[in-house]
């Protein structure tokens, strides 16, 4: 199953890059190019592929040692090195020289024709020789792709995501587990401008480039805290936001036939983050609240929004529901105790109904650029 989920997710994302098949072999999964494919393109959209572990641009030539020494004489031109490894692999097991046997003629030409030394550890560059049903492979230093699960094999779950740098990185964890996301965003519009909405957007459409579409439920918050801000001290406000917002989420979940929520919570690095008031938050839902960067450091998650692409968008101030009516003090060790007798005071089903009936959907569907 993992290999014909990550076949066919493949298949999505090379879509009109000049690749004209893609089969499975042994364990490998080949994409033959066309003479016109653009290698760069490819390159990228397989390098965000999750499942793919790591990735060769590879030379098919005859089962013949003499048309791998032949390829050798023109490639070799293009890399620059002083140490070399040839590592070469039977997948057919009647080709009638063995890999040790191939390792060391190999080797040999190798070091006449540039005049580089064999090192079999820590090598400048390492020649790949595969030897297959119908001919030879060809193929130098390896490409890292993102590894994990194939999008879809996991299941669903649906992620809470504002308009800053964790959650979508959140997200993407999931995605590389192989969890198709769903995606849902607060917002306060029209009390505030709709610049968190238009940020939710432009972070959906990026991480269809992980998943392929993507479903972004936008739901209006500013009702719940109209009444928060009435009724709760502003120290409880942040926890009581929470909790709303994962009983919406909840909500919505069972509705789509998802099993859990995903946050972009890290431990302490928020007031509403601290061991107290995640607990007092998780009491909220009945599914399982799942939080994949919950150990990660802010330099690490900065990091991963840089490589995914999501970082110059999550930067851009905006107006969100979490800044509105923040007060400058919020309890960083919540009382169960307290949070049930203010929530006691709110209309908590009528307030949960209301921003479901107003829920806006969007769908994203990726768009190579």
Not at 93 to 106: G, H, L, V
Request: proline share 5%; charged share 25%.
């Amino acid at each position: 199953m993992f290999i014909r989920r990550l076949a066919s997710n493949l298949r999505r994302a090379i879509k009109g890059t000049g690749v004209e098949r893609v089969w499975q072999q042994h364990l490998m999964i080949c994409l033959a190019l066309r003479e016109d494919a653009d290698w760069d393109t490819v390159r990228q959209r397989v390098g965000d592929c999750m499942g793919v572990a790591k990735f060769y641009l590879s030379y098919k030539v005859a089962a013949e040692l003499d048309a791998v020494k032949e390829l050798l004489r023109s490639e070799l031109k293009t890399h620059q090195f002083d140490t070399f490894r040839i590592t070469a692999h039977r997948s057919n097991k009647r080709f009638p020289i063995k890999s040790d046997a191939i390792n060391r003629e190999m080797g040999s030409f190798v070091e006449e024709l540039t005049g580089a030394k064999v090192r079999l550890k820590g090598a400048d560059l390492e020649v790949f020789i595969d030897v297959v049903n119908d001919g030879m492979l060809v193929y130098f230093d390896p490409i890292q792709g993102p590894g994990g699960m194939p999008v879809d094999s996991s299941g669903t779950t649906m992620a809470l995501m504002s308009g800053g740098i964790d959650s979508p990185v959140a997200a993407w964890q999931m995605m590389r587990r192989g969890s198709r996301v769903k995606l849902v965003h607060f917002h306060s519009h029209p009390l505030v401008d709709s610049s968190s909405i238009e940020k939710a957007a432009e972070l959906a459409e990026i991480l269809t480039r992980y998943q392929y579409d993507a479903e972004l439920f936008l739901v209006p918050f500013a009702g719940v805290q109209q009444r928060i801000i009435v009724e709760v001290p502003p120290p409880y406000r942040v926890v009581l936001y929470r909790r709303f917002m994962v009983r919406i989420a909840e909500a919505l979940a069972l509705q789509q036939g998802i099993a859990a929520l995903v946050t972009g919570e890290s431990l302490a690095q928020v007031a509403s983050q601290t061991l107290e008031n995640i607990a007092i938050v998780d009491a909220a839902a009945q599914m399982p609240i799942l939080r994949p960067l919950i150990g990660s450091n802010k330099n690490d998650i900065v990091d991963i929004a840089r490589q995914i692409g999501t970082f110059p968008i999550s930067i851009i101030p905006d107006q969100d529901c979490c800044s509105l009516f923040v007060p400058r003090h919020p309890v960083t060790k919540g009382s169960p105790r307290v949070v049930d007798r203010l929530e006691s005071l709110l209309p908590v089903d009528e307030l949960v109904q209301d921003a479901l009936e107003k829920v806006e959907i969007r769908q994203f569907a990726y768009s190579p650029r």
